[in-house]
């Protein structure tokens, strides 16, 4: 079988990283075409990449009859008009989070891939593939833990851009947290409030970091997860599950320890998510082109988080901004699930 000829549509920092990925690591696909809405940069990278053509219009790299399958690492904003375009041509695409920018858009984007009968779109919520996350998930599965309760999270950034607002610490950080508790528990998530403590001084003015937030599931349990994108250190993201018959946590940082004179101890931390999810990214990258290039036979295009959970986090990460203003717990609105999907 010949080797998926993949369009990377956006390649800012985490497309051109993605792109570089597929060439060097990821086997069984290659980059044939790359997009941006800076022309230079796109093609910049074509004349990298043996045998890749930059294409200006994102929908004509869709429909561009060299292309296989679609990466989206473009804005939020335009994944709505590329999504249902890869859905018209029946390419197979792996979008960035957001799936679509509100959960209108998002809800129509789920109810038009299943009128089609296939499952064609992979949502990046990557952290599904790290080894620890995974790890974490085949204990609690195993049941050696015993029923689980709570859920505790850190998310910290050393900074983000200056565009960065206090809802996008909800919608860009949190949706992480919101797409960690479906996958561990299985569930969804009902409710939502954001508690908004003293602002870092040391934060740009007006956003409101730390967050904590504070998830209730269907099932009654309970996550809270503080949120501090400001803090200057370095790239932290911890997860503790606390369960009826013990408890376990990830996301430590502790991989070589070392001990130096005079009298120090200690190692390092991630800088930032490409670093410390850059296993997730290519784990999940060739599992996505292997189900891909075996598609056909299942109609299924995917081997992760689809549509509904993109739609899903939307839900969640939409109440939770109106809880960011009003500071109440706000209820998660959500269609059912079999409506659109069947049981
Ligand atoms: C960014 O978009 C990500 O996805 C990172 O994982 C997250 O830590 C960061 O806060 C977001 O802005």
């Known amino acids: 079988m010949s080797d998926l000829r993949i369009a990377v549509l956006g390649v800012g920092m985490m497309g051109a990283d993605h792109a570089a990925r597929i060439e060097a690591r990821i086997s069984g696909a290659r980059v044939a075409v790359v997009n941006d809405y800076v022309t230079e940069k796109a093609e910049q990278i074509a004349a990298e990449i043996p045998g ?16 296989d399958a679609v990466v989206l690492s473009t804005p939020g904003p335009t994944h709505e008009i590329q999504l249902l375009a890869c859905l018209e041509h029946g390419k197979p695409v792996l979008c960035e989070k957001p799936l679509t920018n509100d959960v209108t858009t998002s809800l129509d984007v789920v109810r038009r891939e299943a009128e089609l009968g296939k499952r064609l779109i992979q949502v990046g919520f990557m952290r599904r593939f790290d ?4 790890g974490l998930k085949a204990l609690l599965d195993s049941g050696d833990l015993g029923r689980p309760l709570v859920l505790h999270c850190a998310h910290r950034n050393p900074a983000v851009p200056p565009s960065f ?8 950080s949190l949706v992480h947290e919101v797409d960690v508790t479906r996958f561990l528990f299985d569930e969804e998530i009902i409710s939502i409030q954001i508690v908004k ?3 870092n001084s ?6 409101a970091d730390p967050q904590i937030a504070i998830l209730r599931t269907a099932s009654g349990k309970h996550v809270d997860v503080e949120l501090f994108v400001t803090t200057g250190v370095a790239y932290e993201v911890r997860t503790e599950v606390v369960a009826e018959k013990g408890s376990a946590i990830i996301g430590l940082d502790v991989g070589l320890v070392r001990r130096n004179a005079p009298g ?3 190692g390092t931390i991630a800088p930032s998510f ?12 060739q599992r996505w082109v292997d189900a891909v290039r075996g598609g056909a ?5 995917t081997d992760g988080p689809g549509a509904w959970d993109g739609y899903a986090a939307a839900a969640v990460c939409e109440a939770g901004v109106e809880s960011l203003t009003s500071g109440l717990p706000v209820a998660v609105t959500m269609v059912d699930r079999t409506s659109i999907l069947g049981a």
């Open 131 to 134: 080894h620890e996350y995974a």
């Open 197 to 199: 403590p003293s602002a």
């Open 297 to 301: 036979r299942t109609g299924n295009y």
């Open 202 to 207: 040391g934060a740009p003015q007006g956003l």
């Open 274 to 285: 490409k670093e410390r999810f850059g296993q997730a990214y290519d784990t999940e990258f």
């Open 52 to 67: 890749c053509r930059a294409i200006g219009d994102p929908l004509d790299a869709i429909a561009d009859t060299d292309v």
């Open 165 to 172: 607002d206090s809802a996008m610490i909800v919608r860009d």
């Open 264 to 266: 120090t101890w200690g």
